[in-house]
């Protein structure tokens, strides 16, 4: 099942730099999308999400930009910091029915070097 | 700050034994999900549930799997047999709508392993 796809298990950026995490779908009924950061030992935390009909969202430090026609999107930090150090989760929902469901990412590791 | 509490979050047990994860959602939430993660792949859905019933489990939450919320508080899953294959991050989630915008509160996990 690769219906989310984000194709960088790792990335490295300096500190006060930018980072990018990007991720790819497959399943064009997905409506909803989202990105959840995970430390270690913890679960995930929500981060920020982006309706389809959108195709940019922000929250301070952190933008979602959605591309539809190329199923593809991007989590922009900036300016980054060693605390974006986690595993940042793409994940994608579409409505089936009542029911909701996440369908996950494989996840990229950041790390914000000082 | 609310949270999901999930208990224990380490669990160790032979094959073939019965397991229960808990997990204590937030108070005001209505829907409540179990989500695993194997080591190395990705987080899976399980279950979710609401008004005291499932509401749509995945093909991964077969006879040997049950969800309970046996006194309005805690939400527990259930695995009756473990196998060796369970061995898992297993993660409670809850939310207050239905919608994916109000961005599930996960708990810190219960890691699995069956021996």
């Known amino acids: 099942d690769q219906q989310v796809k984000q194709n960088s298990p790792s990335l490295s950026v300096q500190e006060g730099r930018i980072s990018i995490l990007n991720c790819d779908y497959t399943?064009?009924?997905?409506?909803?999308f989202l990105w959840y950061k995970k430390y270690p030992a913890e679960g995930p935390t929500f981060l920020i999400s982006?309706?389809?009909i959108k195709d940019k969202n922000e929250d301070g430090r952190f933008t979602v930009f959605l591309n539809k026609s190329a199923k593809h999107l991007s989590l922009h930090i900036v300016p980054s910091q060693p605390g974006d150090s986690a595993v940042y989760f793409c994940?994608?929902?579409?409505?089936?029915?009542?029911?909701?469901?996440?369908?996950w990412g494989l996840g990229t590791s950041l790390a914000v070097n000082p | 700050e609310p949270e999901v509490t999930q208990t224990p979050s380490h669990q160790v047990t032979q094959m073939g034994q019965e397991v229960i994860l808990r997990c204590v959602p937030i108070?005001?939430?209505?829907?409540f999900y179990w989500y695993r993660q194997i080591l190395g792949q990705k987080v899976e859905f399980l279950v979710s549930?609401?008004?005291?019933?499932?509401?749509?489990k995945s093909e991964i939450f077969d006879d040997q799997f049950s969800v309970e919320r046996p006194d309005g508080s805690n939400f527990t899953l259930k695995i009756r047999s473990t196998k060796l294959e369970d061995s898992a991050m297993y993660f409670c989630?809850?939310?207050?709508?239905?919608?994916?915008?109000?961005?599930?509160?996960f708990g810190s996990g219960t890691r699995l392993t069956v021996v």
């Open positions: 989630a809850s939310s207050f709508g239905q919608s994916v915008n109000y961005g599930y509160t």
């Open positions: 108070s005001n939430h209505l829907y």
């Open positions: 549930f609401y008004n005291n019933e499932i509401s749509e």
């Open positions: 399943n064009s009924m997905f409506d909803y």
């Open positions: 982006i309706s389809s």
């Open positions: 994940a994608a929902s579409g409505l089936a029915g009542n029911n909701r469901k996440l369908i």
